[in-house]
């Protein structure tokens, strides 16, 4: 099954694509994680993101689309994914369709994880990330066994550059003047499914398996 989780900066997006992309056997692929590898590795595409993410704004369509589009190109993608951080806007989304339409691909289902203003900044402000293996923590929702220690690789968690205050806020205008449009678009397409995201992550987690059942119930998922 091929699914787009949508949503603002904070909702879940990272945290639910990780876990159900292990419990379907689908690989994730997510733009910002992508993106974040490029600036790690100092490629001219991740020089070129780095001061947009930086300052909180969306990083040009095509250099996104190019990274996406080579993603792709790989095999793993024929058998369904979870794609998160992408469509961020509704020329993305366009885009996207044309992308898929190469090895025969669709989106089956998009889910908006609904998440208040008030638990984004909770939820933004304590996130912490491994530097190794990028799994993600919280500093009092879901905090390491060791302070700042990855629990399953050891190495140090750090901050996001972009967790800063000021930059959470633009990160938020740029999500509401930019990104929202994109459930309307799925709306339109019949594929949209709500989700209360406030909530427990394993509950969220369980909600979108629910959806995931009810769309194809002889899909496979893993306990
Ligand atoms: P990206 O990395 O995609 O960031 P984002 O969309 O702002 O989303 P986040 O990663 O901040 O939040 P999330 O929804 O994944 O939440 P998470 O699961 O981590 O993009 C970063 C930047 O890259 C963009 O600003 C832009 O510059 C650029 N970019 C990326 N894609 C692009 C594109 N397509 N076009 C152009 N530019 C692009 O959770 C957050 C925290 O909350 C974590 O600490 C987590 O542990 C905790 N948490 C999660 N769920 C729960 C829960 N249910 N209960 C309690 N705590 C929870």
């Known amino acids: 099954m091929n699914i787009v989780l949508l949503g603002p900066p904070g909702a879940g997006k990272g945290t639910q694509s990780k876990r159900l992309a292990e419990r379907l056997g689908v690989p994730h692929i997510s733009t910002g994680d992508l993106l974040r590898k490029n600036v790690t590795e100092g490629t001219g595409l991740g020089r070129e993101a780095k001061s947009y993410m930086d300052k909180g704004l969306l990083v040009p369509d095509e250099l996104v689309t190019r990274m996406l589009t080579g993603r792709f ?80 690789c050891s190495a140090a968690l750090y901050q996001r550059a972009d967790d800063k205050e000021e930059t959470i806020r633009r990160r938020l205008e740029v ?11 799925y709306s339109a397409k019949g594929i949209l499914k709500r989700l209360a995201a406030d909530g427990e992550a394993m509950a969220v ?19």
Do not use: W
């Open 205 to 223: 987690l369980d909600k979108i398996i629910d959806l995931v059942r009810e769309e194809d119930d002889s899909f496979k998922i893993q306990k």
């Open 73 to 152: 190109e790989q095999k793993d993608v024929r058998s369904g994914f979870i794609l998160d951080g992408y469509p961020r806007n509704t020329a993305q989304a366009k885009t996207l369709e044309g992308i898929l339409s190469g090895p025969g691909l669709d989106i089956d289902m998009a889910v908006y994880l609904d998440t208040s203003e008030e638990v984004i900044v909770q939820r933004l402000s304590g996130r912490l990330v491994c530097s190794k293996c990028g799994a993600n923590y919280h500093s009092t929702n879901m905090p390491p066994k060791k302070e700042m220690v990855c629990d399953a």
């Open 175 to 185: 999500y509401n003047n930019e990104s929202a449009p994109v459930i309307d678009y």
